[in-house]
Nanobody
């Protein structure tokens, strides 16, 4: 059973930066797309970014494109989300996730079936 352990997050002023880290257990990390999703109070969970297996191609929601960067280190079974120019509307619980199947490119919430416990990101004015 894969485990996803998140770290990072916290409170930051608008315009600031934060970095999220997710460490995964298991020997097949590099075969799966990894992603970050978020859920704000009263809203549904939404896709933020993903990075494909293999070539590590990144994909972003329009709302974060140009501000967030997803990356992965397959040797360390770790995925990162660098968040710059944070806005009030980025406030949410952020979840690390793994795709349901290996070898898939995933850009929707439904394509992930393993989740971290979530970490709060709060952007203040």
């Amino acid at each position: 059973q894969v485990q996803l352990v998140q770290s990072g997050g916290g409170l930051v002023q608008a315009g600031g930066s934060l970095r999220l880290t997710c460490a995964a257990s298991g020997r097949t990390f590099g075969s799966y797309t990894m992603g970050w999703l978020r859920q704000a109070p009263g809203k549904e969970r939404e896709f933020v970014a993903s990075i494909s297996w293999g070539a590590g191609n990144p994909y972003y929601a329009d709302s974060v494109k140009g501000r967030f960067t997803i990356s992965r280190d397959n040797a360390k079974n770790t995925v990162f989300l660098q968040m710059n120019s944070l806005k009030l509307e980025d406030t949410a619980v952020y979840y690390c996730a793994r795709s349901s199947l290996p070898g898939q490119t995933v850009v929707t919430v439904g394509g992930f079936d393993r989740w971290g416990r979530g970490t709060q990101v709060t952007v203040s004015s």
